[in-house]
């Protein structure tokens, strides 16, 4: 089991920056590839960001590209998005999620544990 608790949501102004950091505990954790996904509010679940295990590779998807980053730190069993320029349309509950490295990393499908997600509301 991995367990992964998120941090760093909250309300920022439009233009503004956010970075969210994700824990993770239980197993070693640069054994899995990591993702962040996000759900706004009467959406689906969408893929947002994705990084190897070795932070060495990554892939983003189109509505974010040039705004936000994803890194990790192995040492610290911590994963985290860097989110630039925020607009009210980035507003949702992010999640991070954990999967071993034969999987499509871009698929919620994929994925193995997730966290309880923390909020990020962008006021305009």
């Known amino acids: 089991q991995v367990q992964l608790v998120e941090s760093g949501g909250g309300l920022v102004q439009a233009g503004g920056s956010l970075r969210l950091s994700c824990v993770a505990s239980?197993?070693?954790?640069?054994?899995?590839?990591m993702g962040w996904f996000r759900q706004a509010p009467g959406k689906e679940r969408e893929f947002v960001a994705t990084?190897?295990?070795?932070?060495?590779?990554?892939s983003y998807a189109d509505p974010i590209k040039g705004r936000f980053t994803t890194s990790r730190d192995n040492a610290k069993n911590t994963v985290y998005l860097q989110m630039n320029s925020l607009t009210p349309e980035d507003t949702a509950v992010y999640y991070c999620?954990?999967?071993?490295?034969?999987?499509?990393?871009?698929?919620?499908?994929?994925?193995?544990?997730w966290g309880q997600g923390t909020q990020v509301t962008v006021s305009s």
């Open positions: 990084i190897s295990r070795s932070g060495g590779g990554t």
């Open positions: 999620a954990a999967t071993g490295p034969l999987r499509v990393p871009t698929m919620e499908a994929s994925y193995d544990y």
């Open positions: 239980g197993r070693t954790f640069s054994n899995y590839v």
